[in-house]
C-alpha cells in the first residue's frame, strides 16, 4: 500500500512560482512512476506530469511544457512539481499519483493506482 501526501499549494500572482510536493510511504515507491494531474472546477481531471521510477524520464502536458518540472528523491519519499510563470488557467486542484509498481511513467490516469488528497493552486491575473 502506498499513501501519497500533497503539499505546497496556495495564492499566486500570475507569472509566479510555487512548488508542489508529494510525501510517500510505502516500500514500493522508490521503484514506482510517479505522475501529476490537476482537475480545475466543471473539467475533467488532466495530465500535467510523469516522473520514471529512477527520475530520469519526465514527460509533460503541452500546455506546462517549458513551465512545470518534476522530479523526485527516492531518498526522501518525495516528488515535486515545481512550476513557473503560472497562468489563470493553471487554477486548479493538483494530485499525485503513484503507479503500483511500473517503473515506466504513464500519462493516463488509469495506469495510476495510488492518488493524494490534492492541494489546491490558485493562480489570480
Known amino acids: 500500500q502506498v499513501q501519497l501526501v500533497e503539499s505546497g499549494g496556495g495564492l499566486v500572482q500570475a507569472g509566479g512560482s510555487l512548488r508542489l510536493s508529494c510525501a510517500a510511504s510505502?516500500?514500493?515507491?522508490?521503484?514506482?512512476?510517479m505522475g501529476w494531474f490537476r482537475q480545475a472546477p466543471e473539467k475533467e481531471r488532466e495530465f500535467v506530469a510523469a516522473?520514471?521510477?529512477?527520475?530520469?524520464?519526465?514527460t509533460y502536458a503541452d500546455s506546462v511544457k517549458g513551465r512545470f518540472t518534476g522530479s523526485r528523491d527516492n531518498a526522501k519519499n518525495t516528488v515535486y512539481l515545481q512550476m513557473n510563470s503560472l497562468k489563470p488557467e493553471d487554477t486548479a486542484i493538483y494530485y499525485c499519483?503513484?503507479?503500483?509498481?511500473?517503473?515506466?511513467?504513464?500519462?493516463?490516469?488509469?495506469?495510476?493506482?495510488?492518488w493524494g488528497q490534492g492541494t489546491q493552486v490558485t493562480v489570480s491575473s
Open positions: 510505502g516500500r514500493t515507491f522508490s521503484v514506482a512512476a
Open positions: 516522473i520514471s521510477g529512477s527520475g530520469a524520464s519526465t
Open positions: 499519483a503513484a503507479r503500483r509498481s511500473s517503473v515506466l511513467s504513464s500519462v493516463l490516469s488509469r495506469d495510476y493506482t495510488y
